[in-house]
């Protein structure tokens, strides 16, 4: 029993580990391998839920009482349970923001900016772009704001191949306004708010994932804005909604934390 704890507590560390490292391979040069470490993260996360909480349940039903064994295996089972049930939340908060439509009154369209490959759009920053035409039809006295920097070496910013997107979809030039200096979520919003006037009625546009993080900045700011979101490509979705949700977990780190001890504690007096 002893044992299966420990062969369970790596394969947990080992799921989240691995998902965490392919993350951090922001650049892949194929789509081939986009979407293998998509479904790599996709069976991790899958194992995560369906093999070890169920065998964390058995070992803490099972072994000794307040043994060092299930002590350790209390401690990661919380630490996973809350992880895995905060994402799956998560997920599924986002995926309905794609419900969420433009409103009536908009007179700026703001599209977040996501890396670009060799000077072209990638498919998930295209579904923002889409999303912005389509709404732009129906509010063309608006005026469409593309921000993102030059990022990751590359030639042209962004925001300059985010223009061109959108000029070669019919968008007339002159209701394309680019900000080039932002690198993050954060200088996005905060740069762009810089070209709006405060009384404008401003809809930010991004991917499903992305929505709540964003919002969460422009909560911050001081930011009255609306948000409305693309659908992301499945090929796309395991990786970039767990990084996102990580985001948030890195911004909130406190509250977190704080709840994982709260449970702990709930749990012990509770056993």
């Given at each position: 029993?002893?044992?299966?704890?420990?062969?369970?507590?790596?394969?947990?560390?080992?799921?989240?580990?691995?998902?965490?490292?392919?993350?951090?391979?922001?650049?892949?040069?194929?789509?081939?391998?986009?979407?293998?470490?998509?479904?790599?993260?996709?069976?991790?996360?899958?194992?995560?839920?369906?093999?070890?909480?169920?065998?964390?349940?058995?070992?803490?039903?099972?072994?000794?009482?307040?043994?060092?064994?299930?002590?350790?295996?209390?401690?990661?089972?919380?630490?996973?349970?809350?992880?895995?049930?905060?994402?799956?939340?998560?997920?599924?908060?986002?995926?309905?923001?794609?419900?969420?439509?433009?409103?009536?009154?908009?007179?700026?369209?703001?599209?977040?900016?996501?890396?670009?490959?060799?000077?072209?759009?990638?498919?998930?920053?295209?579904?923002?772009?889409?999303?912005?035409?389509?709404?732009?039809?129906?509010?063309?006295?608006?005026?469409?704001?593309?921000?993102?920097?030059?990022?990751?070496?590359?030639?042209?910013?962004?925001?300059?191949?985010?223009?061109?997107y959108l000029i070669?979809?019919?968008?007339?030039?002159?209701?394309?306004?680019?900000?080039?200096?932002?690198?993050?979520?954060?200088?996005?919003?905060?740069?762009?708010?810089?070209?709006?006037?405060?009384?404008?009625?401003?809809?930010?546009?991004?991917?499903?994932?992305?929505?709540?993080r964003a919002r969460?900045?422009?909560?911050?700011?001081?930011?009255?804005?609306?948000?409305?979101?693309?659908?992301?490509?499945?090929?796309?979705?395991?990786?970039?909604?767990?990084?996102?949700?990580?985001?948030?977990?890195?911004?909130?780190?406190?509250?977190?934390?704080?709840?994982?001890?709260?449970?702990?504690?709930?749990?012990?007096?509770?056993?």
């Amino acid at each position: 029993m002893i044992y299966l704890n420990l062969v369970n507590e790596l394969i947990c560390v080992l799921c989240w580990g691995i998902t965490i490292r392919l993350i951090l391979i922001r650049h892949l040069n194929s789509e081939i391998k986009v979407a293998r470490f998509n479904m790599v993260a996709f069976v991790l996360m899958l194992v995560n839920l369906a093999v070890v909480l169920p065998i964390f349940a058995f070992l803490l039903k099972n072994l000794p009482s307040q043994s060092v064994s299930w002590q350790s295996a209390l401690i990661v089972t919380t630490i996973d349970v809350l992880s895995t049930f905060n994402l799956i939340l998560f997920c599924v908060f986002s995926c309905c923001t794609r419900l969420r439509k433009c409103p009536a009154t908009v007179q700026d369209f703001l599209v977040l900016g996501a890396a670009v490959k060799h000077g072209q759009v990638p498919p998930v920053l295209a579904t923002r772009l889409d999303k912005a035409i389509n709404c732009w039809k129906t509010h063309q006295s608006a005026k469409i704001i593309v921000s993102g920097g030059i990022v990751q070496n590359a030639k042209t910013s962004e925001a300059e191949v985010m223009a061109a997107y959108l000029i070669a979809h019919g968008i007339p030039a002159r209701k394309i306004i680019r900000e080039n200096k932002a690198l993050n979520t954060w200088q996005n919003l905060a740069f762009a708010s810089q070209l709006i006037k405060p009384q404008e009625m401003v809809v930010v546009v991004t991917s499903d994932f992305h929505v709540l993080r964003a919002r969460a900045y422009a909560r911050k700011m001081g930011l009255n804005w609306s948000f409305i979101s693309s659908k992301t490509p499945w090929r796309y979705c395991p990786l970039t909604f767990i990084r996102d949700y990580l985001g948030i977990i890195r911004d909130h780190w406190w509250v977190f934390c704080g709840s994982t001890l709260l449970l702990l504690l709930v749990e012990l007096i509770l056993k």
